[in-house]
C-alpha cells in the first residue's frame, strides 16, 4: 500500500475545528496526501478520514467501509458536499466513534442516507449516495471538513463524559 501512516489529530486541536480550505490544485501533491490518509486511516483501523484528522486544511477524505447492503466500497472525495436530507429522511440511530476521540462511542442519530458529491483526485466528478455505515461515515468526513467532531453534536454531558474518558477532558 502506498502512502506513509500520520499521526492522528486528536479533538482540541484547532485543525480541527474550523472549516477546511477547498482543494484547488490537483496533481501529485494531492495523489500523495490521499495515499498517506489511507495509510493513516488503516494504521488507526479506521473507516473513515478526514484531512484535517492528519493536520492538513483540505477539503479532503477516504473511506473503506461497507454500504446498506453490506458491499464493502472504498473511495475518496475532494471538495465533498453533503446534499440535503429531505423532509421525508429516516433518521438512524446507531453508535458513532472517531479517531480523533480514541476508543470512545456515543449513540447519535443521522439520516439513514446520505450523498456527497463532488470530484476525485483528478477533478473528476463523483457522487457516493449510501446508507449503512458507509452513509453515517460520509455524514461523518463531511460534519469534520466543516469544523464539527461527532461530540460536538451530542448534549454537554456526554460530550464532557466521553472527551474525559478519552483523557481529552481539558477540551470541552
Known amino acids: ?61 477516504v473511506y473503506d467501509c461497507a454500504d446498506e447492503t453490506d458491499e464493502h466500497r472504498i473511495g475518496h472525495v475532494v471538495n465533498p458536499v453533503l446534499e440535503p436530507a429531505g423532509l421525508a429522511r429516516e433518521l438512524d440511530l446507531d453508535d458513532e466513534g472517531c ?19 463532488g470530484v476525485d483526485k483528478a477533478g473528476q466528478p463523483v457522487t457516493v449516495t449510501a446508507g449503512g455505515m458507509l452513509g453515517r461515515c460520509l455524514q461523518h468526513e463531511v460534519d469534520h471538513l466543516d469544523g464539527t467532531v461527532f461530540v460536538d453534536r451530542l448534549p454537554v454531558k456526554a460530550r464532557r463524559r466521553i472527551l474525559k474518558a478519552a483523557g481529552l477532558g481539558a477540551h470541552e
Do not use: K, W
Open 1 to 61: 500500500m502506498p502512502g506513509t501512516a500520520r499521526p492522528i489529530t486528536l479533538y482540541g486541536e484547532p485543525v480541527l475545528h474550523a472549516p477546511c480550505a477547498t482543494v484547488t490544485e490537483f496533481g501529485d501533491e494531492l495523489s500523495a496526501l490521499i495515499d498517506d490518509m489511507f495509510a493513516s486511516m488503516y494504521a488507526a483501523n479506521g473507516v473513515g478520514l478526514a484531512a484535517n484528522q492528519i493536520g492538513v486544511d483540505a477539503r479532503v477524505f
Open 99 to 117: 479517531l480523533s476521540v480514541p476508543g470512545e462511542f456515543a449513540e447519535l442519530g443521522r439520516p439513514a442516507t446520505a450523498t456527497v458529491t
